[in-house]
T-cell receptor, first 116, second 112 residues
């Protein structure tokens, strides 16, 4: 089983629908992240969380919200999906640098979202 | 604001060639730098991580170097193989409490 699991892997939806992408990890990491990837734009950070009570906006958080339900679970929601949110979404985890680990990032396989 | 640039955007080489991928960043005060590989439609796989105090890291045929003062890192791939064909991304962490900032990647194609 993958250390970082994303569901669903593929989703097609219509404009205005609410969508939730879920991420769970078995690596025991404190830190979790959501990125989106678009052709020509690379990976951009949406939200990140350094522990269950900590949520931070990334560079492109507008139109998205997140929930850190537990140390191992971090979900991304699109309250009212629009076509320019069509992208490949990645969840990632890292350990806590505070305890002298490297903060090396580990990624899930991605969730491809298409908004019609 | 930290910006990460990877040049070239695409590279094609014959099998067996040694090659270098480049990554530059605008703010040299980084905490660490990480190189990833991404196969089409797949997630990112971590290849090498270099701490700011290190000059290089090696894993098999891969060697990554870091020159903080010039804001550059290189990924050296020895004796390239068709299986090395993928997109390679570098990412920098500015401080311990921040997230990684990614370059747009170099897409490598190795022909047999």
């Amino acid at each position: 089983d993958a250390d970082v699991t994303q569901t669903p892997r593929n989703r097609i939806t219509k404009t205005g629908k609410r969508i939730m992408l879920e991420c769970s990890q078995t690596k025991g990491h404190d830190r979790m992240y959501w990125y989106r990837q678009d052709p020509g734009l690379g990976l951009r950070l949406i939200y990140y969380s350094f522990d269950v009570k900590d949520i931070n906006k990334g560079e492109i958080s507008d139109g998205y919200s997140v929930s850190r339900q537990a140390q191992a679970k971090f979900s991304l929601s699109l309250e009212s999906a629009i076509p320019n949110q069509t992208a490949l979404y990645f969840c990632a985890t890292s350990d806590s640098i505070r305890i002298k680990n490297t903060g090396e990032l580990f990624f899930g396989e991605g969730s491809r979202l298409t908004v019609l | 604001k930290q910006e990460v640039t990877q040049i070239p955007a695409a590279l094609s080489v014959p099998e067996g060639e040694n090659l270098v991928l480049n990554c530059s960043f605008t703010d040299s005060a980084i905490y660490n730098l990480q190189w990833f590989r991404q196969d089409p439609g797949k997630g990112l796989t971590s290849l090498l991580l270099i701490q700011s105090s290190q000059r290089e890291q090696t894993s098999g045929r891969l060697n990554a170097s870091l020159d903080k003062s010039s804001g550059r890192s290189t990924l050296y791939i020895a004796a390239s193989q068709p299986g090395d064909s993928a997109t390679y991304l570098c990412a920098v962490r500015h401080q311990a409490g921040t997230a990684l900032i990614f370059g747009k990647g170099t897409t490598l194609s190795v022909s047999s």
